[in-house]
């Protein structure tokens, strides 16, 4: 699969100057870990996440402290701009899905900005891999059983836990076609043939 086939498009933006609270109601509102920080044209000059936010904007409590520490200060963070980090990990929306999971696990990023061409189209996060894979064994059946419609009529399929279990000519061509046919499928984990 690739990133295009689960991302999710548009994503939920904000700008440089968005305000802190604006950013946490956001990814409250939206549930997301993180949002994309764009410019006018769209291009992306940022991400802000949850840890960013949370770790300026979450004021000392001074029942906890024996010397209680001042709220009356100005707040030295406001505004997107002033947290985000300004060189995020991206990936492109033709990207092989299985390489943007590794990218998202070997980094600890719970979601990766889609850009293509200087311009984000989307966002493609943990959340939306966990979502495809977990689609009914049905749908992805009856989505294969549409795409195998022009193939010979001997191919049986049955999906079991995103395995799809192919019984059908005993043709190597004919099996790659069903093999790589399958993986375009969102929730198809492997291919087996009887």
């Known amino acids: 699969m690739l990133v295009r086939d689960v991302m999710t498009s548009p994503a939920v933006t904000v700008t440089a100057d ?3 609270k604006q950013v946490a109601r956001l990814l409250d509102e939206r549930s997301v870990t993180s949002l994309p920080v764009v410019d006018g044209h769209g291009h992306m000059v940022g991400v802000i996440s949850e840890a960013d936010v949370i770790l300026v904007a979450v004021p000392h409590d001074a029942r906890a402290h024996e010397t209680p520490r ?4 100005e707040p030295t963070f406001t505004r997107a701009a002033q947290v985000m980090s ?10 092989d899905l299985a390489e943007a999971t590794d990218l998202m ?6 979601s990766l900005p889609v850009v293509d061409d200087g311009v984000l189209v989307g966002v493609v996060s943990r959340r939306d891999v966990i979502r495809t894979l977990a689609r009914s064994d049905d749908r992805i ?5 549409d795409l195998l419609d ?6 049986l399929l049955e999906v ?8 059908g000519p005993d ?16 929730g198809v984990v492997a291919v087996q043939f009887r």
């Open 18 to 20: 968005t305000p802190l």
């Open 70 to 73: 001042s709220l009356t200060r």
């Open 86 to 95: 300004r060189h995020p990990v991206t990936v492109s929306s033709w990207a």
């Open 105 to 110: 696990t070997s980094t600890s990023v719970k």
């Open 141 to 145: 059946e009856a989505e294969l059983d």
């Open 150 to 155: 022009g193939l010979d009529d001997g191919w």
């Open 160 to 167: 079991v836990d995103g395995v799809v279990i192919a019984d």
């Open 171 to 186: 043709d190597e061509r004919e099996r790659a076609i069903v093999r790589a046919l399958a993986s375009t499928v969102p």
